[in-house]
Each structure stands twice: as C-alpha cells, then as structure tokens.
C-alpha cells in the first residue's frame, strides 16, 4: 500500500517539471517587466515644479478661492470683473493631455439656465500631463473640451471655456496642480497661491502672466 505512491508521485513530478518551471520563468519575467515599466517610474521622484501660468488669458486678472470642505489645495478661479460664463480657460503649462471628457455627470447649468439641475464630479474637463509626475485638471467646462486625449498642448493653448458643469454652484473654474499622487498648493508664475487648507473661506487675487512665451518662437 505505502510502495507505489512515492514511485507514482517522482514520475507524475518528473512529467509536469519543465512546463511547470516554463511558466514559473515566464511568469517572473512578465512580473519584473510590469515592474519596471509601470511600477518604477511611478516610483522615481518628481521632477522640478514647472512655471506653471494662471490658466487664463495674460493680462487677466481673477480671484482664487477656496472654502470649507472644497479639499485642501483646490482652487475655484472666478474672473474679478467680467462674467465667467465662456471665458477662455488655458493650459498652465506645455503637456500632453491625458483626460478630455466627462467627470461625474454634466448637470444642466448653463449661461440660459444658471441654476439648472446640478450634476456631478467635475463634469467637462481636462488633464494634463506636463513630465516629471506634474499634472494640472480643469473642471467645470461649459462645453466638450476643445483638445483631446493624447494631444500635445503648449502653454497658453485654450483647452475650453468656463462654465458649470458637474456639481458646481455657478460658473467658475476649479483648479488643481499635482505631484505624483498627491496635490499641491498652486503655484503661479514661481509664486504659491497661498490656497493650502479648506477649514477657511480665503480668497486671493491674481493677474495672469500666462503670455505663452514657448509659443512665441525664436526671435
Ligand atoms: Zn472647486
């Protein structure tokens, strides 16, 4: 009773080895390739702080609040004089957009229907991917964005104009800058918006220097 198994055993193992160690190989190769393709340049630092533009036209200038319960670092850029609805809203910095779409739902806020029902998320907006883990997003657009998924944009480019799409009160536009998986306060022509907690209404005024000088050309 007790001699056949073992002999069963060594050659049932003898028999399944090679595939065995086959897939084993395999499978470690691909998990040291997934690694080092996705998990490692997740991982390295990020790079310097880009000269990230206020995300409207230079010359402009607009308020940058925040309030209780928004989310530490979140900005909502209202012009100071002008109506926000259509305004040009602009890449801070030269990137490659990474999200061009839909965030939550749309909502039906519009510049003929200003308290519409209320949507949710973010609503039309974009994201860019500017190197070095820096990302920008731009929420609450009034219409499709104007760049899509995959687009190389310079600075100063108009990715869409404001509106109040998504759960927003009334047209603005909510801003972020983010490093690696975490935002950040918002810097702005090498200069920190100030705009770092929530627990506060704050609210400060700035002019936008976003003249697109990468897009001027040699002279
Ligand atoms: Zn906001």
Redesign the pocket.
Known sequence: MTTGSPARTRTHRRGRSPAVRTLLVVGAVAALLAVALVVVPLLRPPGPRPLFQLPVPCGETWRLS?YPG?DDY???LFPATGEAWGRPVLASYAGTVTEAGINGSLGGRTPDDPDGPRGLGGGHWVKIDHGGRWETQY?HLLEPPLVRVGQRVAQGEQLGRVGSTGNSGAP?L?YEQRRGWEKVETWFDGAPSGITVDDTEQTVERRSHNCAPDRRGPA
Do not use: C, P, Y
């Open positions: 925040t928004h979140d900005v909502d929420l603005h909510h």
